[in-house]
């Protein structure tokens, strides 16, 4: 009878029956839903610790959160770390390399810990290699290639440390997926010395899937794409919608803070040079002083988190949605080559006794992208919906710190004026 077809062999991310999967995989019109705090899901998906500047105060929110670095139950036996940031000045270029550590029990591994350093246009070697070998999955974003609007100088330390952090979450993420860690090109990107050698090589190790999808061309037209698969395109579409207007909003809101900051800079001193003129009132004014000053310092690491926690999310969602977008066209491309064929099967009037076998390889590619962007787009939902949280957390507990401070500077120079008022 031959061997299995791939609709007969469960699916290796399958974690439930399609009839259970379905509802979970369908996509809130909302893009975040009000849970409870104490929701388990608030623990990150890849286990990092939650960092707040101050873990006594009281409107420190993420204190609260329970951090979980056992997703989903998995076992975790491979960590993978980014750091050391180091430039590299040569002739022809300067560029920077990051040292990426791995620590693993896996068979697949000769020793348990790896470091090696890579460049950015590694990780997007890696990840190219990552979308010809596995097409039906999706692909983590990396961070843009060019610099970010606002940022003049990409050897910054502001901006290699985000960067750093994105590309770290960029591994982390690969390395929490139960199919891409596995991926050889993953193993050679984590342990090679010299990567050079495995680019020039080309090592050919692309899947018989990957190679199906890679020439599939664009003559074949979809008729519709299934009701589920519609509802996951227009969820996405509307979800990078709305992320990109945020992202506008909150890119002029960090520009009115900063010219708001330049201002006050201007302003504080003013109070103190008066002082000096005011012997009376040479202390409440140098109080005055001084509480603007403080102002301007919680207004700045506002806008410093801002820029270096809150917008990164939201641009990695964003590309994080192109790329699952990619995935639902390759997909549609393979379900109208599909359909194709059984068109062309039809229209031939000799009897068969079974359908053809390209046709039955052909929907086994179907099935199989549907079952591969089923579990991605699930696991995809689970780490938005805590990244968000966390995010939004943050943010609204950074937003408290800051009032905070700003209210506990104005205080304190009311006694300064009440001992000037009793004086009189």
């Known amino acids: 009878s031959g061997p299995k077809s791939l609709r007969e062999m469960p699916h290796p991310l399958a974690t439930s029956s399609s009839e259970e999967m379905g509802p979970a995989l369908t996509p809130s019109p909302d893009l975040l839903q009000p849970r409870s705090i104490a929701d388990k899901d608030l623990s990150l998906p890849n286990g990092t610790p939650v960092d707040?500047?101050?873990?006594?105060?009281?409107?420190?929110?993420?204190?609260?959160?329970?951090?979980?670095?056992?997703?989903?139950?998995?076992?975790?036996?491979?960590?993978?770390?980014?750091?050391?940031?180091?430039?590299?000045?040569?002739?022809?270029?300067?560029?920077?390399?990051?040292?990426?550590?791995?620590?693993?029990?896996?068979?697949?591994?000769?020793?348990?810990?790896?470091?090696?350093?890579?460049?950015?246009?590694?990780?997007?070697?890696?990840?190219?290699?990552?979308?010809?070998?596995?097409?039906?999955?999706?692909?983590?974003?990396?961070?843009?290639?060019?610099?970010?609007?606002?940022?003049?100088?990409?050897?910054?330390?502001?901006?290699?440390?985000?960067?750093?952090?994105?590309?770290?979450?960029?591994?982390?993420?690969?390395?929490?997926?139960?199919?891409?860690?596995?991926?050889?090109?993953?193993?050679?990107?984590?342990?090679?010395?010299?990567?050079?050698?495995?680019?020039?090589?080309?090592?050919?190790?692309?899947?018989?899937?990957?190679?199906?999808?890679?020439?599939?061309?664009?003559?074949?037209?979809?008729?519709?794409?299934?009701?589920?698969?519609?509802?996951?395109?227009?969820?996405?579409?509307?979800?990078?919608?709305?992320?990109?207007?945020?992202?506008?909003?909150?890119?002029?809101?960090?520009?009115?803070?900063?010219?708001?900051?330049?201002?006050l800079r201007e302003y504080g001193p003013v109070y103190s040079t008066w002082s000096g003129l005011e012997v009376e009132l040479s202390e409440p004014l140098e109080g005055v002083s001084a509480c603007i000053g403080n102002c301007c310092t919680a207004l700045e690491e506002l806008s410093e988190d801002m820029t270096e926690d809150f917008l990164p999310v939201l641009r990695e969602y964003i590309l994080y949605s192109e790329s699952m977008k990619n995935v639902l066209k390759k997909r549609d491309q393979v379900q109208a080559e599909y359909e194709a064929k059984l068109e062309a099967v039809a229209l031939k009037k000799e009897d068969r006794p079974k359908v053809p076998t390209d046709v039955e390889k052909c929907q086994d590619r179907v099935e199989c992208f549907n079952a591969d962007l089923k579990a991605d787009m699930e696991r995809w939902q689970n780490n938005k919906r805590q990244d968000f949280r966390q995010l939004l957390m943050g943010m609204a507990d950074k937003n408290i710190q800051y009032y905070e401070k700003c209210l506990t500077a104005w205080e304190s120079i009311i006694p300064l004026l009440q001992d000037k008022s009793e004086t009189k």
């Not at 101050?54 to 993978?80: H, I, K, M, Y």
């Not at 996405?236 to 010219?259: C, M």
Request: charged share 30%; net charge neutral.
């Open 52 to 263: 707040t500047s101050s873990p006594a105060s009281s409107s420190s929110l993420l204190n609260r959160l329970q951090l979980d670095d056992d997703l989903d139950g998995e076992t975790r036996d491979l960590f993978v770390t980014v750091d050391d940031p180091k430039k590299h000045v040569c002739t022809m270029e300067t560029y920077i390399t990051y040292r990426v550590t791995t620590k693993t029990t896996r068979a697949e591994f000769d020793l348990p810990e790896y470091s090696v350093r890579r460049r950015y246009q590694d990780f997007d070697w890696l990840r190219n290699k990552l979308e010809e070998s596995q097409p039906t999955h999706l692909i983590p974003p990396l961070p843009e290639k060019f610099v970010v609007k606002g940022v003049v100088d990409r050897f910054s330390e502001e901006f290699v440390e985000t960067r750093r952090k994105a590309l770290d979450k960029f591994l982390k993420r690969i390395t929490d997926h139960p199919v891409l860690s596995f991926n050889e090109h993953f193993n050679v990107f984590l342990t090679a010395k010299d990567l050079n050698t495995y680019k020039k090589q080309g090592m050919a190790l692309l899947s018989k899937m990957g190679e199906s999808v890679k020439y599939v061309t664009g003559g074949y037209k979809l008729r519709s794409r299934p009701l589920e698969f519609a509802a996951i395109g227009e969820y996405l579409d509307t979800f990078s919608l709305k992320l990109g207007t945020i992202d506008r909003i909150a890119q002029r809101i960090i520009k009115e803070q900063l010219e708001y900051l330049v201002e």
